[in-house]
T-cell receptor, first 111, second 111 residues
Framework: QKEVEQNSGPLSVPEGAIASLNCTYSDRGSQSFFWYRQYSGKSPELIMFIYSNGDKEDGRFTAQLNKASQYVSLLIRDSQPSDSATYLCAVPGMSYQKVTFGTGTKLQVIP | SQTIHQWPATLVQPVGSPLSLECTVEGTSNPNLYWYRQAAGRGLQLLFYSVGIGQISSEVPQNLSASRPQDRQFILSSKKLLLSDSGFYLC??????????FGAGTRLSVL
C-alpha cells in the first residue's frame, strides 16, 4: 500500500460546481496534512494545510480531515476554469524533515 | 519574506555531459532544503534533502549528487547525464513547520 494515495483523475466538473478531491494515507501517526496546487509546467504551491480533525475553510477551499478513517479531502466551491490543475496531497512522515506527496489528482473545470 | 530562486529554468544537455543546478533561499536561516524530480505525468520523487551545511541525505542511489556549501545554497550535480535523468527538477525549502515551498523548477531534457 502506498503511503499517500490519490485518484489520478482527471476529475471533470462544470464551472460553478463543487469539486471534491480525496486523499488517503497509511501512517496513523500523521499529524498534519497539506494540499498543493500544480498548474501544468509549473511548480507546486501550497493552498491549504490542516492539523485537526474536522473542516478548515479558506475562501472557496475547504479541507476536511478524518484521522479515524485516514483520509483528507479538499473541496473547491464555485469551481472556476482557473482551478484546473493537478492537486497534490502531502503528509509529513515520522522524520519531520520529509514529506510524502501523493501522485496528484488532475482537475478539469469545464466552462 | 522568504524567497527561493532556482536556475536555469530550462536546460537541454547531451547524454554524458555534466550537470549543475543551483538553488538559493533568501529571508530565512538554516532551512531544510530538498531536491525533487518529477517525470512527465508522474509524482514527486525526493532525491536529496539537507538539514544543514554539508549534511546531505540521499533517497535514491543514482548518478546524481547534492551539496550544500552555504546555509542557503543547495546544488544538484551529475558527472555524466543519462537519458533517464530528464525531468522537472524542483528545489524546496522548509522550516521546522514541515511546510515545503518550491522554487520555479528546472526542466531538463537529456538528448
Amino acid at each position: 500500500q502506498k503511503e499517500v494515495e490519490q485518484n489520478s483523475g482527471p476529475l471533470s466538473v462544470p464551472e460553478g460546481a463543487i469539486a471534491s478531491l480525496n486523499c488517503t494515507y497509511s501512517d496513523r501517526g500523521s499529524q498534519s496534512f497539506f494540499w498543493y496546487r500544480q498548474y501544468s509546467g509549473k511548480s507546486p504551491e501550497l493552498i491549504m494545510f490542516i492539523y485537526s480533525n474536522g473542516d478548515k475553510e479558506d475562501g472557496r477551499f475547504t479541507a476536511q480531515l478524518n484521522k479515524a478513517s485516514q483520509y483528507v479531502s479538499l473541496l473547491i466551491r464555485d469551481s472556476q476554469p482557473s482551478d484546473s490543475a493537478t492537486y497534490l496531497c502531502a503528509v509529513p512522515g515520522m522524520s519531520y524533515q520529509k514529506v510524502t506527496f501523493g501522485t496528484g489528482t488532475k482537475l478539469q473545470v469545464i466552462p | 519574506s522568504q524567497t527561493i530562486h532556482q536556475w536555469p529554468a530550462t536546460l537541454v544537455q547531451p547524454v554524458g555531459s555534466p550537470l549543475s543546478l543551483e538553488c538559493t533561499v533568501e529571508g530565512t536561516s538554516n532551512p531544510n532544503l530538498y531536491w525533487y524530480r518529477q517525470a512527465a505525468g508522474r509524482g514527486l520523487q525526493l532525491l536529496f534533502y539537507s538539514v544543514g551545511i554539508g549534511q546531505i541525505s540521499s533517497e535514491v542511489p543514482q548518478n546524481l549528487s547534492a551539496s550544500r556549501p552555504q546555509d542557503r545554497q543547495f546544488i544538484l550535480s551529475s558527472k555524466k547525464l543519462l537519458l533517464s535523468d530528464s525531468g522537472f527538477y524542483l528545489c524546496a525549502w522548509s522550516d521546522t513547520g514541515n511546510i515545503q515551498y518550491f522554487g520555479a523548477g528546472t526542466r531538463l531534457s537529456v538528448l
